[in-house]
């Protein structure tokens, strides 16, 4: 029997750019620099779609006595994951490359692993969530930095803003992990 590629390919003749190319920009960046930010904004969207779909299986699987607003919390972050994605996808065909989507390209430039598809508790689970929240806070500060070197204000800008958004969220997951919050078994 054979094989069936998982991905749909409606064939060269509808393509219209290659994926991880960047062509001539709207904003008219020099193609080296599209090109560099371009790679870094990838490399968020590869970090985004991982958290959220780790975030978003963590509140299909939530429960204990904290499971209300804990829920609550992953099902409004998620969503606010989501914005962020969108936002950053804009402007990476704004810049004139192809968004990262899909396992390829996400495993190509992914800042983080992939959490294994088992349950968890929610202490260790709300553990790797805020962990793959500072290691995006890490990477989008220094590509705040590699913006602003290449004087591409609005990218900067934009990374700033959700920066803000991505470190109130960890906040409050770590007000959630304090010591005297969650039930412990022990």
Known sequence: MASTPHLRNPGAEHRRQEWDTVRAN????????????????????SGLYLLFNQVRKHYWTIDGAEWHDVATFLESAADRLTEITDDIAIRVHALGGVPVCGPMGIR?????HIETPHRFDVRSSLERDLDGY?????????????????QDKTTSELLC??????EGDAHTLQRFLA????VRND
Not at 179 to 182: C, G, N, R, S
């Open 134 to 150: 500072a290691t995006l806070a890490v990477q989008i500060r220094d590509h705040v930095e590699l913006a602003e070197q290449f």
């Open 108 to 112: 190509q430039h992914a800042p983080m």
């Open 161 to 166: 803003v959700h920066l803000k958004t991505l």
């Open 179 to 182: 010591d005297d919050t969650l």
């Open 26 to 45: 709207e904003v008219r960046l020099e193609p080296a620099v599209a090109e560099r930010l371009v790679t870094a904004l990838n490399a968020e969207l």
